[in-house]
């Protein structure tokens, strides 16, 4: 079983900087991850970083956003820089084993205030 325990969210300025972490435990993961999630909207990809390397982001975050991997800490990072109140979502972990089963943290909450 795949834990996945968040930290790092909070209340930021925009233009400001914060950094999300995530750190599994219990399984080999081949894609580890980001989606947020906005009051009223669907869960969307921030942005996802596989095994080898591979990093997608989407468009309102590419630039301001990196990704990040620690793979003997099977920890994933998310340094979000030059935040904007859209930002504002509950951020949640992502992980994929090589089984592709699919494992979600319990959320963090960013807040950007203008």
């Known amino acids: 079983q795949v834990q996945l325990v968040e930290s790092g969210g909070g209340l930021v300025q925009a233009g400001g900087s914060l950094r999300l972490s995530c750190a599994a435990s219990?399984?080999?993961?081949?894609?580890m991850g980001w989606y947020r999630q906005a009051p009223g909207s669907q869960r969307d990809m921030v942005s996802t970083l596989t095994l080898d390397g591979t990093a997608k982001y989407a468009d309102s975050v590419q630039g301001r956003f990196t990704i990040s991997r620690d793979s003997a800490k099977n920890t994933v990072y998310l340094q979000m820089n030059s935040l904007k109140p859209e930002d504002t979502a509950v951020y949640y972990c992502n992980a994929v084993n090589i089984w592709y089963q699919n494992y979600w943290g319990q959320g963090t909450q960013v807040t950007v205030s203008s």
């Open positions: 219990g399984s080999i993961l081949y894609t």
